[in-house]
């Protein structure tokens, strides 16, 4: 039978798994739109993207809350300035990554007359605007900008928890 540290430990790490895998469709949108000329098939990708959103955000505060829980069950990580590091990098990416996707993609399912979103609340659907006013848009999307913050982030984040160097 685990102890309640292993057991919370489970459910940190399952939750970055869940992220990962809810994230995971956006992260190939944002590099398939590039390359997509039919706007109906850009709203389809536009949509899976946000399918998505509800496990990304759930698993990511349930990763969040875990690990704030595992650095009470061992009060000691708290005194750690690897746990610290941790927690900063993923506010700065999660706040990056919201800021960086929301500024690009909201804009776009604008563009494409589609319902978007600003500050979490649904804005009226408007006109669609001419394809090359949205490929244009498209073409100042950063798709490997945010992957290597995530990718990078994540990384650092997981090497520092499992180093534990400072």
């Given amino acids: 039978m685990p102890n309640l540290y292993q057991l919370v430990k489970y459910i940190h790490v399952l ?14 949108v944002a590099f398939q739109l590039k390359k997509e000329t039919d ?66 993609y909201h804009p776009l399912r604008k563009m494409l007359g589609m319902e978007w979103m600003i500050n979490g609340k649904p804005q009226p659907v408007e006109k669609a605007r001419p394809l090359s006013e949205i490929q244009a848009h498209i073409a100042k999307t950063r ?14 984040i997981l090497w520092l928890m499992m180093t534990k160097p400072f």
């Fill in 39 to 104: 706007p109906e098939r850009m709203k389809a990708m536009l949509d899976v993207s946000a399918a998505s959103w509800p496990t990304m955000m759930l698993s990511l505060l349930v990763l969040l809350l875990a690990g704030i829980v595992l650095g009470f069950l061992n009060i000691f990580y708290w005194s750690m300035g690897w746990m610290w590091a941790s927690l900063l990098i993923l506010i700065v990416i999660t706040v990056w990554m919201f800021r960086l996707g929301a500024g690009t």
């Fill in 15 to 28: 939750a970055g798994f869940l992220f990962l895998l809810g994230h995971g469709g956006s992260v190939f």
């Fill in 143 to 156: 798709p490997m900008e945010m992957l290597i913050i995530g990718v990078g982030g994540f990384a650092l």
